[in-house]
């Protein structure tokens, strides 16, 4: 897959549910793959934006893989394992395929970890299910895409969740519109991404 430093913006977290926006950390599923998450550099700043890490934790994060760029390889590693698979499993929902057993004991690892460290707290004098926290911040991306991704499966929203027809994109969300009538990630977005190439192109 090759690497591409994407410069992300608000715009561009369009998938509706975090384990779709997972999945659309890579432009060209089943065409030709591009990483825009290459670095945890350029990861972390998708992870801010797409809420998944507050400020504070991302932060935390950066001050912990400084220390550690080993841990942070690994993390990533396990990430993009967990993207790859969500992108398999959602393929397979979509079209009613059966799940790949090999899918299916990744996504059932994280589940298990997610389990692991859950617990039910008194937020804001409201019970709530959240991630104990004594967990390392390094593990809360992965592990609150795959609560996302739990009840994406556990409730998949019939003929809502589409892949975007781009050219080269293959981006996935959910499609809220009224009527269905949702067809592409977003115009201005795609329109992004065939500029983004023209330009890169241009410059090789
Ligand atoms: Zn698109």
């Not at 994407?6 to 591009?34: K, Q």
């Not at 797409?50 to 400020?55: H, M, P, V």
């Not at 398999?88 to 090999?102: D, E, F, V």
């Not at 589940?111 to 004594?134: F, G, S, T, W, Y």
Request: hydrophobic share 45%; net charge positive; proline share 4%.
């Amino acid at each position: 897959m090759k690497p591409v430093i994407h410069n992300w913006i608000a715009g561009d977290v369009v998938g509706g549910n975090s384990a779709l926006n997972l999945v659309n950390t890579v432009s060209g599923w089943g065409y030709d793959p591009e990483d825009w998450v290459p670095d945890m550099e350029s990861f972390l700043v998708w992870a801010r934006l797409s809420g998944l890490l507050d400020e504070g934790e991302k932060k935390q994060v950066a001050r912990l893989i400084e220390g550690s760029p080993a841990a942070a390889e690994r993390i990533l590693a396990s990430v993009k394992e967990l993207r790859f698979t969500l992108w398999s499993l959602i393929s397979c929902l979509q079209h009613r395929k059966p799940a790949k057993p090999g899918d299916l004991s990744v996504i059932n690892e994280w589940i298990r970890r997610l389990a692991l460290a859950e617990q039910v707290v008194v937020e804001r004098n409201k019970i709530e299910v959240a991630i104990k926290r004594d967990i390392s911040v390094l593990e809360l991306i992965g592990l609150r895409v795959t609560a996302a991704a739990l009840a994406l499966l556990k409730n998949p929203p019939a003929g809502r969740i589409k892949t975007c027809p781009g050219e080269n994109c293959g981006w996935k969300f959910v499609d809220r519109s009224k009527n269905r009538s949702r067809r592409w990630c977003d115009m201005a977005v795609c329109g992004n991404l065939v500029k983004a190439r023209e330009y890169r192109a241009r410059k090789g």
